[in-house]
């Protein structure tokens, strides 16, 4: 073991727990060349910084701020939207995987070789139709443990919320999409543990564009998001080059560029239900570098800062939880978990500025660094979480109330109001600066006089338990564009 130890230390790799010895200088007399401090830093060569919203959750790329509430301050409200779990793809993009499955397979090569040699013995992971568009429930990144385990991890982060004496029903709100339900559920059996049944009123709200701004997936009716995404090119260099690899490696297969994509695409997939995927060592991290980037550029130009709808769709969120911030703990209440898609949570982040690029994202290049990277901003099971602090005087700041932003376990600290204690903005600040760069959804996006015109939901909830267990076999899927 000591052998062990002080060879990762020569190393630079991981540094060993050094928790079984007094201290830090202890540990260093007993393995002076084992490295105390962890000097790798291999996040950014992660495939699961790669693959877009399409593959497993990993926590955001922290600034170093620390996750736990400051000294001398207490989260008194907690008030979060998360995307469902780890997932099958839709069936939509299952036709387009089983085609370039179908062209590879119809190549009739009897033995693979070079960088698809694991072809041979490789089969495809969606067994039966039935599974496109669910959560998975295989391997250890599937979508419905993740997010029973994420319940039970802020279980013990914010169980100091839940009043278990006062036998209040604690209300949940979920858009109302099979997966998303799912999610919603397994996030309150984690957190709740054995009182979820009786605790809990699960709420399901209509994805109908008729619930105006009511909703917790609003729309800009004139928003024709699948047209500017589409016209978004994946017929990149990169592609070429790894399609030509292949098929000189493989004679008779004649892969394109498009092929690659939906190869990728599907491969990252499999990282849902499997765990893994040989595929992803059949292209180079350059080549997923790119395909990552095709990802952060749909999300920036349909549902974030490069739509011009996407900041009036987010206000709708961003200013009901400013009057539940406001109302505080005592008038509103203290825990607010919701449930949507990725495509209803990015466009909150553009409204509120988080993770805005100052410039838009250029289509034929990289930017780098770049501060919109989809992986980093909403994998699967990604979530936007609003701290509201109550914290005593410090030498700099003041006894009062304050507000911090989480995105995927990150504080995100906002640029123009981070005087607070661990960087927050008060809440005073917050209030001042989201009144005043917030559009206004309802005449942005023309919604008809005739439909809701503010969200209620979180005040007119209904406290019955009838949604939080499966009663039918799946909630309809409603015909809805979201992912
Ligand atoms: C704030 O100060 C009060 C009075 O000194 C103390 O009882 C309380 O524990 C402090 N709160 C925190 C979160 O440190
Ligand atoms: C939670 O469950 C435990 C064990 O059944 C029970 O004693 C407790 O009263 C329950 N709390 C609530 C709020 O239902
Ligand atoms: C909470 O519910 C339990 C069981 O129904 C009951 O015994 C208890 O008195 C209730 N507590 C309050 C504060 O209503
Ligand atoms: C690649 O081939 C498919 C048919 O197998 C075709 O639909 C697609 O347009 C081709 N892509 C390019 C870039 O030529
Ligand atoms: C903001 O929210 C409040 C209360 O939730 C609501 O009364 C108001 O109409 C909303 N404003 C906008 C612009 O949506
Ligand atoms: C709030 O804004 C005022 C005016 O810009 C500034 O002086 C103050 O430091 C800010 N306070 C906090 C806690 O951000
Ligand atoms: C608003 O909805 C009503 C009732 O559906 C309809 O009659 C009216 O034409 C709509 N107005 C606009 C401007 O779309
Ligand atoms: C509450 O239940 C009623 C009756 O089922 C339904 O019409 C209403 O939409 C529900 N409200 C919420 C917020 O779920």
Redo the contacts with the bound molecule.
């Keep these: 073991m000591r052998h062990i130890e002080q060879l990762c230390g020569l190393l630079g790799v991981a540094a060993l727990a050094t928790a079984s010895y007094s201290n830090r200088l202890d540990y260093a007399r007993r393995f002076p060349y084992a490295a105390p401090y962890d000097q790798s830093f291999l996040e950014g060569y992660s495939i699961l910084k790669h693959v877009g919203g399409l593959g497993p959750y990993s926590n955001r790329m922290s600034y170093g701020i620390g996750r736990d509430p400051p000294d001398g301050c207490v989260v008194d409200q907690v008030i979060m939207i998360k995307r469902h779990g780890e997932r099958y793809p839709q069936g939509s993009d299952g036709v387009k995987i089983e085609a370039a499955l179908d062209k590879l397979y119809s190549s009739k090569i009897t033995e693979w070789k070079g960088d698809l040699t694991f072809l041979n013995s490789w089969e495809y992971y969606v067994d039966s139709e039935g599974f496109y568009g669910l959560e998975t429930d295989t391997g250890p990144y599937n979508g419905l443990l993740t997010t029973y385990k994420h319940g039970a991890e802020y279980r013990v982060r914010y169980g100091h919320l839940w009043d278990q004496s006062s036998n209040k029903t604690v209300p949940m709100w979920t858009a109302e999409f099979e997966r998303v339900v799912q999610t919603a559920r397994k996030f309150g059996e984690g957190f709740f543990g054995w009182n979820y049944t009786d605790s809990v009123a699960l709420n399901v709200i209509s994805e109908s564009a008729d619930m105006g701004?009511n909703s917790l997936t609003p729309v800009c009716p004139e928003d024709h998001l699948t047209q500017t995404c589409k016209s978004l090119s994946q017929d990149l260099p990169a592609f070429h080059v790894a399609a030509d690899r292949l098929n000189k490696q493989n004679l008779g297969l004649e892969l394109n560029s498009t092929d690659v994509y939906q190869l990728m695409f599907m491969s990252v997939f499999e990282l849902n239900v499997r765990g893994y995927s040989d595929w992803t060592d059949a292209f180079t991290m350059d080549e997923w570098k790119w395909f990552g980037y095709t990802q952060d550029l749909i999300f920036y130009h349909c549902a974030g800062p490069g739509s011009p709808f996407a900041k009036a769709v987010g206000?709708?969120y961003a200013?009901?939880s400013?009057?539940l911030l406001n109302q505080g703990p005592k008038k509103a209440g203290t825990m607010y978990f919701n449930f949507a898609h990725d495509t209803n949570i990015t466009p909150i982040l553009a409204a509120l500025s988080i993770s805005s690029p100052a410039e838009d994202l250029p289509v034929d290049k990289i930017p780098f660094p770049s501060t919109y990277e989809i992986g980093d901003i909403m994998p699967m099971g990604g979530h936007l979480t609003l701290e509201r602090l109550s914290c005593n005087a410090t030498t700099a700041t003041k006894k009062g109330v304050y507000v911090r932003v989480i995105l995927n376990e990150a504080v995100v600290p906002f640029t123009s109001c981070q005087e607070g204690p661990g960087f927050s903005c008060s809440l005073a600040n917050y209030t001042d600066m989201v009144n005043k760069m917030?559009p206004?959804?309802?005449s942005e996006c023309k919604i008809n006089n005739t439909l809701p015109?503010?969200?209620?939901f979180?005040?007119d909830y209904n406290t019955t338990s009838t949604f939080n267990h499966q009663t039918a076999r799946y909630i309809p899927f409603q015909g809805s564009t979201f992912v």
């Design positions: 701004a206000a709708v200013n009901a400013l009057t917030l206004d959804f309802v015109q503010y969200l209620s979180w005040w």
